[in-house]
């Protein structure tokens, strides 16, 4: 555990597959959106494309070690209008990761832009270690 | 000549293709809107009251880097979807976005006022409005004897006019 790569492994937020109950409730498709991590100086960044969500229906928690990003998304189109063909299909984004002690889960921020969703993970900050004082009587 | 009326030739396909999204749905979640040999971005086309919409998702391109231009009877979009900048390959653990220029060219259906087309972006998705255009009143073609020969077209056997099904006539 003490070997550095070993433990750049182990604190990569792991992608759990999205919860097919979701999809079944809503009767809409669920996607795993692509994502990108990588390491800044102050910890880490996720990118995630959630083309059609907007602040309003996106949705991020942390819940214990657990982050959840959901995105809901609407037709693009009117009421009324017809499809006529299609390329690609419209569904919800659902993903979440395991977080490891190493993220600050009090500081974790997050923006959207252009259908782009970017989530800084702050490293926690290590504690000073602590000096015990001995005595003896 | 050409004989399908646009709008409806791909009725026969759509069910299908819905149906084959459906069971695809399933099986290639990590990628969503990328799907091997089709062409970025991938489209879906809505007949309105007033016109057509065309839709497609395009995650990470700043307005600023959106081009559309509209030329003979044609609609290119072009863009560059951008990572982030300045970080190294070995900072990445994980990189699944797709990124860099992409191009497509879209042959406009005839009976669209191609001066009227209005473009909308917000959140990742851009929709482009291809306001109908006013019924051609039908025109006479005069008629005179000639002696040029007649012009036979070729058919090639599996290759008739029912090409519309790959999806590029748009």
Redo the contacts between chains.
Sequence with gaps: MNHPIRR?ESD?PRPES?TPEAAAQTGQ????????????EQG??L????????TETLELQVQDNKLTLIGRVSS???E????????????H?LRSFILSDEVDHERISAK?N???LEVVLPRASRPEPRRIQVTSD | MAVFRWGQAFDAFRDLEREMDRLLAGVSLSFHGVRLGRQYPPVNLYELEDGLLLTAEIPGTRPDDLELTVADGSLTLKGVRSGPENIPDERFRRQERPRGPWQRKIALPERVQEDGLKAEFSNGVLKIFLPRAAAATPRQIPVSEGNTADVVPRLIEGETERRTEGGETV
């Design positions: 750049a990569t999205a498709l669920v996607f795993n959106p692509p994502i990108d991590i990588f390491e800044t880490l960044v990118l995630a494309d959630l083309p059609g969500v907007t693009p189109a009117p009324g209008a017809t499809l006529v063909h299609q390329e690609y299909a419209i569904g984004f959207l252009h259908g782009v």
